[in-house]
Each structure stands twice: as structure tokens, then as C-alpha cells.
């Protein structure tokens, strides 16, 4: 696509329920990047795809945090039990190759509210 | 570790001043930095980027920044402000596994 894509835009869910997020990055992008933005608090990184694999997911804040990514193209980020904290906007990145230094193209992020 | 800081966090100028805001990195090897904005109701957008070479780099919009070496800052600069510059502003650098890492931001506000 022309842009990168991320659904929902918004997501209200309860307390201990699970969601998944979805990232369609840039048509031929193979580097995907997970990012989250707490109210107040700059870009925390969480997982980078190059293809479908994730050489690093130290940033992903606990267990119940997971990501995959099929076929180099869509990814979709997973919060199993979902706790207020979990409450931020998900942000997903995209470039042509990982390290590619002519900086992301940004979606428009995930609103996700836990109540 | 590899970080990256951005010590204002609200900047509040009327139109027409000048803008200098602050990063500073903290990681050796080879740099690559960025300045990213996000206006109201809006994504992050690249503004500019330096990765070698003259180190004063030019973006969009009249923005500039000037790469440090010796002082590992990357300050962002505006010779004269307008309200729709009105925006948060990210500092970020490239990690050696190839992904950002960024700076808490910056809210400016211009004052009409």
C-alpha cells in the first residue's frame, strides 16, 4: 500500500481481555518496528521484524506481550490479559531493509484504553 | 547503553522567535540521528536526518540541525517560529541492530 496501515484505530477493552493489533507496513518493506507512546512518555521500543523473523525482543515489557509477522507483510501485535498500563498508543514503523538510515514511515498508531 | 535525551519538555514561544531544542545522545560507533514530528491529531513525520558529512543538515518547513561530535548533541533549530509549528518533536538514533530509539519529546507551543 501507499502508506503504512494499522487497525483498529482505537480499542476500548476490559481489564484481563486479550487484543491484537495489526500493522500493514509498505508494500516491498521487509523491516517492521513496534513502537508504544504512554500518555506523557516519549517512543518506548518494543519488537522489529526483518522478514518474518524478530532478531530482538527485549523491548517487549513482559509475557503477556506478543508479535508475529507472516508472508513479510502483515504483523499483528498480541497483549494477552490486558492490565491499565497496558493503556497507550501502539505505533508501527516500517523501512525497506532493517537499518535503513533515511529514517521510518509511520502509521497513524493504535489508541488502545483499558478500563 | 545506547540512549538518547531530549531535556525540554515544554517549550512555549510566541511567532517570530527563535528555536533551539535539545538532544543529546550517548552511544559511540557510527551515528545516525533523526528529528521526527508529530503534529495534533496527526502521525510522526521525518523532518530531517544526518548520518555523514556536513553536519549541519537542513529539513523541512526552515528547519536545521547541527550534529556535535564532541558535545554528542544534535540540537534542532528554527530561525523564526510560526503557531503551526505548533507540534511534538522526537530526537531519535539508530541502534547498531539497525532499529530507533527515541528521546521523550518536546511540546512546542507558538503563541500567535
Known amino acids: 500500500g501507499a502508506g503504512v496501515s494499522q487497525s483498529p484505530s482505537n480499542k476500548v477493552t476490559e481489564k484481563g481481555k486479550d487484543v491484537e493489533l495489526r500493522c500493514d507496513p509498505i508494500?516491498?518493506?521487509?523491516?517492521l518496528y513496534w513502537y508504544r507512546q504512554r500518555l506523557g512518555q516519549g517512543l518506548e521500543f518494543l519488537i522489529y521484524?526483518?522478514?518474518?523473523?524478530?532478531?530482538?525482543k527485549s523491548g517487549l515489557p513482559s509475557d503477556r506481550f506478543s508479535a508475529e509477522r507472516t508472508g513479510e507483510s502483515v504483523s499483528t501485535l498480541t497483549i494477552q490479559r490486558t492490565q491499565q498500563e497496558d493503556s497507550a498508543v501502539y505505533l508501527c514503523?516500517?523501512?525497506?531493509?532493517?537499518?535503513?538510515?533515511?529514517?521510518?514511515?509511520f502509521g497513524s498508531g493504535t489508541r488502545l484504553t483499558v478500563v | 547503553a545506547q540512549s538518547v535525551s531530549q531535556h525540554n519538555h515544554h517549550v512555549i514561544l510566541s511567532e517570530a522567535a527563535s528555536l533551539e531544542l535539545g538532544c543529546n545522545y550517548s552511544y559511540g560507533g557510527t551515528v545516525n540521528l533523526f528529528w521526527y514530528v508529530q503534529y495534533p491529531g496527526q502521525h510522526l513525520q521525518l523532518l530531517l536526518k544526518y548520518f555523514s558529512g556536513d553536519p549541519l543538515v537542513k529539513g523541512i518547513k526552515g528547519f536545521e540541525a547541527e550534529f556535535i561530535k564532541s558535545k554528542f548533541s544534535f540540537n534542532l533549530r528554527k530561525p523564526s517560529v510560526q503557531w503551526s509549528d505548533t507540534a511534538e518533536y522526537f530526537c531519535a538514533g539508530m541502534r547498531s541492530q539497525g532499529n530507533l530509539i527515541f528521546g521523550k519529546g518536546t511540546k512546542l507551543s507558538v503563541k500567535p
Open positions: 508494500s516491498g518493506h521487509t523491516a
Open positions: 514503523a516500517s523501512t525497506e531493509w532493517v537499518g535503513a538510515n533515511y529514517g521510518y514511515t
Open positions: 521484524f526483518q522478514g518474518n523473523s524478530a532478531p530482538d
